[in-house]
């Protein structure tokens, strides 16, 4: 990453269905890596309900932005990363419907977080 | 390198606070803005690492709407303009919202 640019992390932290923050936050994502903003994208908490594997929106009529997802190596969205202990509190395994996700510790997860310039969180 | 953690939910209803506190890191300081208030009563706030020195504050105003008492001897008391500057005193701010 180039130090003399300002980098961005987004958390996601709500479940994916519920409401349009994921969405929201995918969107924000993406404008930035198509003007090859740096941008890391965070799963905590509910959040991390968003990477299972298997979901389909389609069933209940919400639209699967989760699809998208795969994209994001087309956009240059190369640090994805995910707090372990909420993957564990909700016995969830540590596979997901994209590649190259990083799986990390609680003090792990708040370095990296806190590694960026600007935090916005949905 | 701090940050500003700005709590706008409540414990009793949200996971916010406890996410919040996975990431503190030390010399961070956590303002409790509008519903965060109600934090001041959850247990949660006991158990911020103390060796962190985690400094704890709250809208004097938005505590006293919602008849919570602040104990100045764990958090103090701000104004809206004091939140304006502690965005200037740290690094970066995360919105637990």
């Not at chain 1, 395994?93 to 600007?118: G, M, R, Y």
Request: one cysteine or more; glycine letters at 4%; aromatic letters at 10%.
């Amino acid at each position: 990453m180039n130090n003399t640019s300002k980098s961005l992390a987004i958390i996601n932290a709500k479940a994916p269905y519920s409401s349009t923050a994921g969405k929201d936050a995918l969107d924000i994502a993406l404008i930035f890596g198509s003007f090859e903003q740096a941008v890391s994208l965070f799963f905590q908490g509910e959040g991390v309900w968003q990477l299972i594997k298997e979901q389909d929106g389609s069933i209940i009529s919400a639209k699967d932005y989760l699809k998208t997802f795969a994209a994001f190596e087309f956009y240059d969205i190369e640090q994805v990363y995910v707090c372990q202990s909420s993957l564990k509190e909700r016995n969830l395994p540590e596979s997901f419907h994209i590649d190259n996700v990083n799986v990390l510790n609680q003090q792990d997860f708040a370095k990296k977080l806190t590694s960026h310039h600007s935090i916005l969180r949905f | 390198m701090t940050t500003l953690h700005i709590v706008r939910q409540s414990a009793f209803n949200t996971n916010d606070l406890a996410q919040c506190m996975q990431v503190l890191g030390n010399n961070d300081v956590i303002a409790f803005i509008d519903d965060g208030c109600y934090n001041l009563q959850h247990n949660l706030i006991n158990s911020i690492e103390r060796d962190k020195n985690i400094r704890l504050t709250a809208i004097e105003q938005h505590a006293s709407a919602r008849a919570i008492a602040i104990n100045e001897e764990v958090c103090s008391k701000i104004t809206m303009n004091d939140l304006v500057s502690l965005t200037f005193e740290n690094d970066r701010v995360i919105t637990w919202q």
